[in-house]
């Protein structure tokens, strides 16, 4: 038996929790794969970079935000088949940044509160790591 050629995609992706236990989330905007769905923030891992140098590139980029490499905590990481890749994709948790979330690429975002993460649309990948957050910090 041959294993087919099936492609792995490394993710990376944060939960950024504020004063209040808050947890924010993106949702994926349209003409992308999954668009509407809301997402953990983070993106795909470039060559030659580490998952904590992706996080502090793509939160930059995206949600205008500073965050440094000693505030990123790793908690769990999904696993998950689509169609034509298999994703990998660890997620960290972080409470302390610099500066205010805020769209820099038109894309939505909202603060959730941990037990309401299971009622958002979220990606295949993203809803297992829900319950690893509820335990963590709670309703």
């Known amino acids: 038996m041959t294993a087919s050629p099936f492609r792995i995609l490394l993710v990376v992706a944060v939960a950024l929790v504020d004063a209040d236990g808050r947890v924010l989330l993106a949702q994926r905007p349209e003409g992308k794969q999954l668009a509407g769905l809301w997402e953990f923030p983070g993106g795909k891992v470039e060559q030659g970079e580490r998952p904590e140098e992706t996080l502090i590139r793509e939160l930059r980029e995206e949600i205008g935000i500073e965050v440094k490499e000693a505030c990123l905590a790793p908690l769990t990481f999904a696993s998950h088949a ?13 409470r302390r940044w610099e500066g205010m979330a805020r769209s820099m690429e038109g ?4 603060w959730v509160r941990p037990r309401a993460l299971k009622d958002q649309p979220m990606p295949p990948a993203d809803a297992p790591l829900i ?3 509820v335990d963590l910090l709670g309703p």
């Open 131 to 133: 319950p690893f957050l």
């Open 82 to 94: 689509y169609p034509d890749f298999h994703l990998l994709m660890p997620l960290y948790v972080c």
């Open 107 to 110: 894309q939505a975002l909202k």
